[in-house]
């Protein structure tokens, strides 16, 4: 689990970048993980310049924190396990909605966070001012990162290895 200490290191080293610091952490992440920068582009592009760069900046703040907190390197990651996640997340926002209009709070409880710091630092950006961000900005705001913690904390996790059987061969 990332700490609520690396977060705020992340977070400051992230907003301590130059705009050519920035240029330059950004492309490496694109080099690094193309299928989760393309996705975080793509999933974003239509968004106000505003909450694009924002995206951005907790992009970026997001990766630090993994590469600051995770004992290993985070594994490149597919397309598949970005769609995946983001499936998982969208069926997961859905049915909290359906829950809590039918008035069934008790049945909309989300699983159990991996991440919750990080994932307190997506909420309380995402909704700390109301103003800055349409409802639809917010949402989709929450469901990329959303993903992109989701992806990466499982790229991020050592390889399980089956176990050998332990069949040796004579030569």
Do not use: C, W
Request: proline share 5%; aromatic share 6%; no cysteine.
């Amino acid at each position: 689990m990332i700490s609520e200490d690396v977060v705020r290191q992340a977070l400051e080293e992230a907003s301590d970048y130059s705009q050519a610091q920035a240029t330059s952490v950004v492309e490496s992440i694109a080099e690094a993980q193309p299928e989760l920068f393309s996705f975080v582009v793509e999933l974003t592009e239509d968004l106000s310049e505003e909450t694009v760069n924002v995206a951005l900046q907790m992009f970026v703040t997001i990766m630090r924190a993994y590469e600051l907190g995770s004992p290993e390197p985070v594994r490149r990651i597919d397309r598949r396990a970005m769609t995946r996640a983001y499936n998982r997340n969208e069926e997961m926002l859905e049915a909290l909605t359906d829950a809590a209009k039918a008035g069934m709070s008790e049945r909309a409880d989300p699983p159990p966070l991996r991440q919750p710091h990080l994932m307190r630092f997506l909420v309380e950006t995402v909704m700390e001012d109301e103003e800055q961000f349409t409802a639809e900005e917010s949402g989709m705001l929450f469901l990329v990162l959303k993903t992109v913690i989701d992806a990466v904390d499982t790229a991020a996790k050592p390889l399980r290895r089956k176990p050998r059987l332990g069949l040796v061969t004579k030569e």
